[in-house]
T-cell receptor
Framework: SQELEQSPQSLIVQEGKNLTINCTSS?????LYWYKQKYGEGLIFLMM?????EEKSHEKITAKLDEKKQQSSLHITASQPSHAGIYLC?????????????FGKGTLLTVNP | GAVVSQHPSRVICKSGTSVKIECRSL??????MFWYRQFPKQSLMLMAT?????????EQGVEKDKFLINHASLTLSTLTVTSAHPEDSSFYIC?????????FGPGTRLLVL
C-alpha cells in the first residue's frame, strides 16, 4: 500500500467553487509539505506544516495538519483557473535534518471558467 | 523563494551514450540536494540524496553505477545517466534543501532513442 495517499486523484470544479484535497500518511509525520506542479515542470512550494493542529494560509489556499490522524488537507476558496495544476503532498517521515520527502501521487485539479 | 536551476531542460540522446544533468542552487547554499524521477502522470520517486563532499545515498532499487551523482560544491550537483537506454527516458527533477523546505528545479526531460 502507498505510504502517502492523496485524494481525490483528480478534481474538476467550476470557477468560484471551494475544494479540498486530502493527504494521509501511513507513517508518523514530522512535517507535511504541499507543492503545486504544472505537468512537465518543476514544483512550486506552497506551504509546510510541522506542528499538530497547525494551519497556514496563502492567498486563497489554506492547509491544515492533523498530526494524530497523520493527515493534512489543502483547501482552496473561490477557485480560479490559475489554481489548475497538480497538487502534491510530500511527507517527512524520518524527522531528519535533510528534509527527505516521500510524495503522494498527486491530485490533478481542473478549474473550468 | 529560493531558485534552483537545471540544465539542460530537455535532451535527446542515442542508446548507449551518457547524459549529464546539472542542478544549481542560484541564491543559496545547499548542503543537501535530491534527485527525483517522475513518470507521466505519476508522483516523484526519490532516486538519491546528495550531500556536498560525500557519496550520494541511493534509494533501494536505484543503480548507483548507472546514475552517477556528484555534489562538488554547495551550489552544484550533477546526475549522469550512464549508458542510457530507452527505459531511462523520464523526467528528472532535482531539489535543494534549506532550513525551511526543499526547492525544486524545473526538471529535465530525457528521451533516449
Amino acid at each position: 500500500s502507498q505510504e502517502l495517499e492523496q485524494s481525490p486523484q483528480s478534481l474538476i470544479v467550476q470557477e468560484g467553487k471551494n475544494l479540498t484535497i486530502n493527504c494521509t500518511s501511513s507513517k508518523t509525520l514530522y512535517g507535511l509539505y504541499w507543492y503545486k506542479q504544472k505537468y512537465g515542470e518543476g514544483l512550486i512550494f506552497l506551504m509546510m506544516l510541522q506542528k499538530g493542529g497547525e494551519e497556514k494560509s496563502h492567498e486563497k489556499i489554506t492547509a491544515k495538519l492533523d498530526e494524530k490522524k497523520q493527515q493534512s488537507s489543502l483547501h482552496i476558496t473561490a477557485s480560479q483557473p490559475s489554481h489548475a495544476g497538480i497538487y502534491l503532498c510530500g511527507a517527512d517521515n524520518s524527522g531528519g535534518s535533510n528534509y527527505k520527502l516521500t510524495f503522494g501521487k498527486g491530485t490533478l485539479l481542473t478549474v473550468n471558467p | 523563494g529560493a531558485v534552483v536551476s537545471q540544465h539542460p531542460s530537455r535532451v535527446i540522446c542515442k542508446s548507449g551514450t551518457s547524459v549529464k544533468i546539472e542542478c544549481r542552487s542560484l541564491d543559496f547554499q545547499a548542503t543537501t540536494m535530491f534527485w527525483y524521477r517522475q513518470f507521466p502522470k505519476q508522483s516523484l520517486m526519490l532516486m538519491a540524496t546528495s550531500n556536498e563532499g560525500s557519496k550520494a545515498t541511493y534509494e533501494q532499487g536505484v543503480e548507483k553505477d548507472k546514475f552517477l551523482i556528484n555534489h562538488a560544491s554547495l551550489t552544484l550537483s550533477t546526475l549522469t545517466v550512464t549508458s542510457a537506454h530507452p527505459e531511462d527516458s523520464s523526467f528528472y527533477i532535482c531539489s535543494a534543501s534549506t532550513v525551511e523546505t526543499q526547492y525544486f528545479g524545473p526538471g529535465t526531460r530525457l528521451l533516449v532513442l
